[in-house]
Nanobody, 121 residues
Framework: QVQLVESGGGLVQAGGSLRLSCAAS????????MDWYRQAPGKQREQREL??????????NYADFVKGRFTISRDVDKNTIYLEMTSLKPDDTAVYYC????????????WGQGTLVTVSA
């Protein structure tokens, strides 16, 4: 059973920064891709937005709305990925979720419980 535990959310003023963490139960290189998604207040699960992606080969991609402001990274020794968020805007307010997929022998994906980020104007 894979567990993903997010942390680091909180309340921050516009222009501020936060760093989110997603700790996995086991080697994160088991997954071909790990992502950060977000779900804004009032939105349904199906409306979660992909924020950033990091592949097993350390290729990183970002949604246009966070490029230049957010950075995804990982620490393989700690089985953890991170999302460094800077220049935060009120529109960044959301629950941020960690996702992992592409594990050998399993076609599904894994989600964390989410961490709330609130950006005040």
């Amino acid at each position: 059973q894979v567990q993903l535990v997010e942390s680091g959310g909180g309340l921050v003023q516009a222009g501020g920064s936060l760093r989110l963490s997603c700790a996995a139960s086991g080697n994160i290189l088991r997954f071909s891709v790990m992502d950060w998604y977000r779900q804004a207040p009032g939105k349904q699960r199906e409306q979660r937005e992909l924020v950033a992606t990091i592949t097993r080969g350390d290729i990183r991609n970002y949604a246009d709305f966070v490029k230049g402001r957010f950075t995804i990274s990982r620490d393989v020794d700690k089985n953890t990925i991170y999302l460094e968020m800077t220049s935060l805007k009120p529109d960044d307010t959301a629950v941020y979720y960690c996702n992992a997929r592409g594990m050998a022998g399993y076609s599904g994906e894994f989600w964390g419980q989410g961490t709330l980020v609130t950006v005040s104007a």
